[in-house]
Nanobody, 117 residues
Framework: HVQLQASGGGLVQAGGSLRLSCAAS????????MGWYRQAPGKQREFIAL???????DYVDSVKGRFIISRDNAKNTVYLQMNRLKPEDTGVYYC???????????WGEGTLVTVSS
């Protein structure tokens, strides 16, 4: 069983920065893709960014140029550096880990990010 622990959320003014972290732990697993999703108040969860096992990132258009996703494979940890934050970035951020052999998806509990105008 894999557990994900996310941290780094908080309250920040527009234009500020935050760094989210999500560490995976548990029984032996082979990490494939790690990513971040966001659920804004009253909205469905949406994709924000992911990074493959080879380090190639992908982003939703609304965060390109502002957010940077990275990973530390030795620590099974994924990060999301969020810069130039906007009020519309407010929401609960969830990390997701996809494994191979077997193929499974795991979700963290989420960390709240609030951006004030």
């Amino acid at each position: 069983h894999v557990q994900l622990q996310a941290s780094g959320g908080g309250l920040v003014q527009a234009g500020g920065s935050l760094r989210l972290s999500c560490a995976a732990s548990g029984s032996r697993f082979n990490v494939n893709v790690m990513g971040w999703y966001r659920q804004a108040p009253g909205k469905q969860r949406e994709f924000i960014a992911l990074i493959g096992s080879g380090g190639r990132p992908d982003y939703v258009d609304s965060v390109k140029g502002r957010f940077i996703i990275s990973r530390d494979n030795a620590k099974n940890t994924v990060y999301l550096q969020m810069n130039r934050l906007k009020p519309e970035d407010t929401g609960v951020y969830y990390c997701k880990l996809s494994t191979i052999n077997p193929t499974e998806d795991y979700w963290g509990e989420g960390t709240l990010v609030t951006v004030s105008s």
